[in-house]
């Protein structure tokens, strides 16, 4: 799909998408609990969808109702997957649920997209030789069969957090007690502490023990709930991008005592505007397309802990690079840090390439809201966010989608 984008200016209210990323983990939470679970504020989107598809193929039966997701937990003992559990290009569903599939008595195999099966999974090779569980990795699927063992788990901290959450899932299931000792530096703490509260809110516990411990005691069980989702900060953050550019936008919806910690967009955002910061983003990776886009059309900025950003649906540092180029702003990027330098900014003068990645389109949108201009591969937003484009006419952007 192409979208071609009019200069325009974005003025009204709009709500922030429900968060994929704690949708996942209340879906995970409901499949886990005995008796039944509505979860609420479940959107459409590809990612979500990816879950939802997997737990079915591991026995798990829900209910779709408009934006609520009725889910009948089980233990997954019982599970009986007879057929490989495709997770698509969702890396939260393929990580979160390796550890779990590892509690069913049978052999499980996923199948995804080869550019999420090209991602990095050696956290998870490496815990299978050292704990006796099967794990194999071919060029098109992951086949895992356990048992899970509690005990002590030792991982890097600059892994992505989804290998340690699909760890603290499963875990407290066990009859012993765990740790999961983080061996470095954390990164991308908030995520793992998304886990940990979405834990709690069925019942389950799972403590710091110090700034690098987790302790997960066994024996424990998940109970059901009702509980409704929170607004994404991490897609908000293209919407009140719209304000730096002449918008007058309102985005509700959003919990301001949120552990996300995309949040601080609204920290950064104003930096970006008045100066040419240092900004660390080793903590909200999904944040640096628009904070390169932001970075490009204002001062210039200087981004560290953008290592992880390789290993995202593209190469995100990279990819917004090249398309900064054709704005005219010059970016360099290094192993763990980009430098975005201001410039003539101008109107892009051939199409934009969403590089199939959904944050890499919604960066991209804000600034054509300002320039004009056309991106290909526009459908990429399907990800975490489809009713973007419809969001962003309501607010009065100009968008033309064409599908060929």
């Not at 609520?68 to 057929?83: E, H, I, R, S």
């Not at 210039?300 to 704005?327: H, N, P, Q, W, Y």
């Given at each position: ?65 408009g ?47 080869s ?74 703490r ?40 929170e ?30 910690g ?23 990776p ?34 917004m690079?090249?398309e ?14 980009v ?66």
């Amino acid at each position: 799909m192409t979208v071609t984008i009019e200069p325009s200016r974005a003025v009204g209210e709009v709500f922030a998408p429900p968060s994929k990323s704690i949708a996942h983990r209340l879906l995970i939470c409901a499949a886990l609990a005995g008796g039944t679970s509505r979860v609420r504020g479940i959107s459409d989107c590809e990612d979500v969808r990816a879950t939802l598809r997997c737990l079915e193929g591991l026995s798990i039966p829900y209910e779709i109702s408009g934006d609520c997701v009725t889910v009948w937990g089980k233990p997954l003992a019982d599970a009986d997957p007879k057929n490989p559990l495709f997770a698509g290009e969702s890396g939260s569903t393929l990580r979160f649920l390796i550890p779990l599939a590892l509690l069913c008595e049978k052999r499980v195999c996923f199948t995804a997209k080869s550019s999420l099966l090209a991602r990095p999974f050696g956290v998870y090779e490496a815990l299978a030789a050292e704990k006796g569980f099967f794990f194999e990795k071919n060029g098109d699927s992951i086949t895992v069969e356990g048992p899970l063992t509690s005990g002590d788990y030792r991982v890097p901290g600059n892994i992505s957090s989804q290998f340690i959450s699909g760890l603290l899932f499963a875990l407290p299931l066990l009859s012993g007690d765990s740790r999961i000792i983080i061996t470095t530096a954390v990164e991308s703490r908030s995520y793992i502490n998304l886990t940990v509260k979405a834990l709690a809110q069925f019942g389950v516990t799972v403590r710091w023990e110090d700034e690098h411990t987790l302790l997960i005691p066994g024996g424990q069980s998940y109970q059901s709930r009702e509980i409704s989702v929170e607004g994404d900060y991490s897609n908000a953050a293209f919407l009140d991008a719209l304000n730096l550019f002449g918008g007058e936008v309102t985005v509700k919806g959003l919990d301001s005592e949120s552990l996300q910690g995309d949040k601080i967009y609204r920290q950064y955002f104003p930096m970006l505007d008045l100066g040419v910061p240092t900004l660390h983003i080793g903590d909200c990776p999904d944040l640096g397309p628009i904070l390169f886009a932001v970075a490009a059309a204002k001062n210039g900025g200087v981004f560290s802990g953008t290592r992880r950003l390789r290993i995202k649906e593209s190469d995100r540092a990279a990819a917004m690079a090249s398309e900064l180029r054709k704005f005219g702003a010059t970016v360099t990027v290094y192993d763990d840090s980009v430098v975005v330098f201001p410039g003539s900014f101008h109107a892009p003068t051939e199409p934009l390439e969403g590089h199939n990645d959904h944050r890499i389109v919604m960066a991209l949108s804000v600034l054509l809201s300002f320039t004009g201009g056309a991106i290909v591969g526009a459908e990429a937003v399907k990800k975490s966010y489809p009713s973007f484009f419809r969001d962003a006419a309501m607010l009065g952007i100009r968008v033309k989608e064409e599908t060929k």
